[in-house]
């Protein structure tokens, strides 16, 4: 599958729409390798709000793994249903996009 990682924008052009156009390139790529989806983490903090923010406008949404998750349920189940794991101590989102519609 199609992981979209590491994925920067220096902060002097930031706002500018450079965000867009480079996932954008990014799908476009895993299309024409034939994928139908993507993923990718996100820092699931309060740091990582405007690339959560950028994603889940650009159509990406939680991956959800009940029983993975379950054993986080201490972090209540607005959290689980936002697709957040722990990974080596972090806690990211985990998001996927359907790029069948994607023209």
């Known amino acids: 599958k199609p992981y979209i990682s590491n ?19 990014c799908e476009g790529i895993a299309i024409q390798w034939g994928f ?6 996100v820092d699931a903090s309060t740091s990582g709000t ?12 939680p991956v959800v793994n009940e029983q993975y998750n379950q ?3 201490w972090m209540g189940i607005e959290s689980i249903n936002r697709g957040l794991y722990i990974v080596d ?15």
């Open 7 to 25: 994925v920067l924008i220096t902060n002097e052009y930031r706002g500018k729409g450079y965000s867009k156009l480079l996932m954008a390139a």
């Open 36 to 41: 139908d989806e993507v993923y990718l983490h």
């Open 50 to 61: 405007a690339a959560q923010n950028l994603y889940i406008s650009n159509g990406y949404r």
């Open 71 to 73: 054993n986080f349920e």
């Open 89 to 103: 101590g972090v806690a990211l989102l985990f998001l996927k996009k359907d790029l069948s519609s994607v023209e």
